[in-house]
């Protein structure tokens, strides 16, 4: 799969903004002209931070690529917005102090282990996002988290498990799925200004 380009990236970022903006103000946002790539099927997330503090404000995403990825970065956009459970919408108003962020996603690969600890050398901080699924409990984290947060490989893991609303060392159970993916991640500098392309370090930061 192709990467976007830094002038691709931007797009996406300004559009996740556009889309944010008018669905606010009531506006439905249709584009007739937008790069080639956005035809092809992509899982994206849509993350807002707070500017300065850069604390969560709305990530939601679709990490399969199950519609073409403009399609699918209006409904992350939206949903970013205003259906995150685990915060209240945004306003209009607040869009002038909140950083977007779009994560591009490679397809969810399932990682194959004879034996659970072998998670441990096969995912790489920085690299890989995780998603993991046991019966009918599913849980995903992208792979800017565990460097935000300096955990290593079995933090994430756990931590991983947690948001699936698991205890964390299910990942050790044999019947666990556990997939990785890659992503390209587009960030604002500031709200509504300069786009950069974020680079992932390996390894805790």
């Given at each position: 799969?192709?990467?976007?380009?830094?002038?691709?990236?931007?797009?996406?970022?300004?559009?996740?903004?556009?889309?944010?903006?008018?669905?606010?103000?009531?506006?439905?946002?249709?584009?007739?002209?937008?790069?080639?790539?956005?035809?092809?099927?992509?899982?994206?997330?849509?993350?807002?931070?707070?500017?300065?503090?850069?604390?969560?404000?709305?990530?939601?995403?679709?990490?399969?690529?199950?519609?073409?990825?403009?399609?699918?970065?209006?409904?992350?956009?939206?949903?970013?917005?205003?259906?995150?459970?685990?915060?209240?919408?945004?306003?209009?108003?607040?869009?002038?102090?909140?950083?977007?962020?779009?994560?591009?996603?490679?397809?969810?690969?399932?990682?194959?282990?004879?034996?659970?600890?072998?998670?441990l050398e096969k995912i790489e901080?920085?690299?890989?996002?995780?998603?993991?699924?046991?019966?009918?409990?599913?849980?995903?984290?992208?792979?800017?988290?565990?460097?935000?947060?300096?955990?290593?490989?079995?933090?994430?893991?756990?931590?991983?498990?947690?948001?699936?609303?698991?205890?964390p060392d299910t990942w050790l159970?044999?019947?666990?799925?556990?997939?990785?993916?890659?992503?390209?991640?587009?960030?604002?500098?500031?709200?509504?200004?300069?786009?950069?392309?974020?680079?992932?370090?390996s390894g805790c930061q």
């Amino acid at each position: 799969m192709e990467k976007l380009t830094l002038e691709e990236g931007t797009f996406a970022v300004k559009f996740a903004r556009t889309v944010i903006e008018n669905y606010l103000t009531g506006k439905d946002t249709t584009l007739c002209d937008f790069p080639e790539k956005f035809n092809e099927p992509r899982g994206v997330f849509v993350s807002l931070h707070t500017y300065p503090e850069h604390n969560l404000r709305g990530c939601i995403g679709i990490p399969e690529p199950v519609m073409p990825l403009i399609e699918a970065l209006k409904e992350a956009s939206i949903s970013a917005a205003v259906s995150d459970p685990r915060f209240p919408p945004v306003s209009l108003s607040e869009l002038d102090e909140i950083v977007i962020e779009v994560s591009i996603l490679t397809v969810p690969k399932l990682i194959e282990v004879d034996d659970p600890t072998e998670y441990l050398e096969k995912i790489e901080i920085g690299r890989d996002g995780l998603i993991i699924e046991y019966g009918a409990y599913r849980g995903l984290l992208l792979p800017q988290v565990p460097v935000e947060f300096n955990w290593d490989v079995a933090q994430y893991l756990a931590n991983l498990c947690l948001k699936a609303g698991m205890p964390p060392d299910t990942w050790l159970k044999r019947n666990v799925n556990i997939y990785s993916f890659q992503a390209q991640i587009f960030e604002e500098i500031k709200p509504n200004s300069q786009v950069v392309e974020k680079t992932m370090y390996s390894g805790c930061q």
